[in-house]
């Protein structure tokens, strides 16, 4: 097998009607590592909408369990690209996303706008630290997969192209992005979540590497010191490096999938889908809008 017969292989693919597939060997085989870091960033950067963080802030499950948060929302997410939107596992994990958000009051611009950091966030980091980049097949099958996740967590309106969600996103930040205590308190967890990860000496190279990735306007929504311009430029060429060193490694033959990922740490002895996540005690804690339904039987 050669370092392009996936993406050969992905061009012989319908991007509308083999979206799964060719999401899930874009996802698990050619950039695993890769999605991962630009799915995280994609979360991290719904902080900076004030509406998103303070709700963030106030459940207090980003800053009193980042891990627990961290790893139930990558595995409900990997759950559903692993057994596709029709099993009986991912629809249990949409149905638990869905009571989740139904206990609180979050509107469908937000709900959208998180929606759109999955499609385009990722595509932004594969299109500068890849080993290759998207090509259109791909672009346009995240963009199916993650319109019809949307569909099935109930958001209305949303993009139908690449495009539309790329400019749904840019639209939305430069509208709502700013300051918000409770942004900056979980931006500031999620931070020390990573450097965790990490002996404990790296931990402040570990958190300066991540603000460096940090465009102006996160950086001014946190209010952040902006990173020196040499550290951006370790860092970013770090990551260019590891591009050019991954491009020469023999294509992945066995799907890599999140929860397989070295820092997914809650669950040593394994997991139920079913149980992940939150169960809010006493019904809905904050009135909400019903933005999002349950999965249908």
């Not at 695993?32 to 960033?41: A, K, N």
Request: net charge positive.
């Amino acid at each position: 097998m050669k370092r392009y017969d996936w993406l050969k292989e992905i061009r012989r693919l319908d991007p509308e009607r083999d979206f799964l597939r060719i999401y899930r060997i874009t996802a698990t085989l050619e950039f695993p590592w890769d999605v991962t870091r630009g799915l995280e960033l994609a979360l991290y950067r719904t902080y900076a909408v004030p509406s998103i963080g303070r709700l963030l802030g106030e459940t207090g499950e980003f800053t009193g369990r980042p891990q627990k948060r961290y790893d139930d929302t990558a595995l409900l997410l990997d759950a559903v690209v692993e057994h596709g939107f029709d099993s009986v596992t991912g629809r249990s994990a949409i149905r638990r996303i869905n009571q989740m958000h139904r206990s609180y009051d979050i509107s469908n611009d937000d709900m959208r706008y998180v929606l759109c950091t999955f499609v385009v966030i990722p595509g932004r980091w594969l299109d500068a630290y890849g080993w290759r980049r998207l090509s259109d097949h791909e672009r346009r099958a995240m963009a199916v997969y993650y319109a019809t996740l949307g569909r099935h967590m109930g958001i209305q309106d949303i993009p139908r192209t690449y495009a539309e969600f790329e400019q749904c996103l840019d639209a939305y930040e430069a509208a709502h992005f700013g300051w918000s205590e409770g942004g900056r308190r979980v931006s500031d967890a999620t931070l020390d979540l990573m450097a965790s990860w990490y002996p404990r000496p790296l931990a402040p190279v570990v958190r300066g590497a991540g603000k460096a990735l940090l465009d102006e306007s996160l950086l001014r929504a946190f209010r952040y010191e902006r990173p020196h311009p040499a550290a951006r430029a370790v860092v970013q060429g770090a990551l260019r490096a590891r591009a050019k060193a991954v491009r020469l490694l023999p294509p992945r033959r066995t799907p890599h999938y999140a929860r397989q990922n070295p820092e997914i740490k809650g669950y040593p002895t394994g997991y139920n889908v079913a149980e992940l996540g939150t169960f809010p005690r006493g019904g809905c804690p904050v009135p909400h809008r019903g933005t999002a339904t349950d999965v249908p039987e």
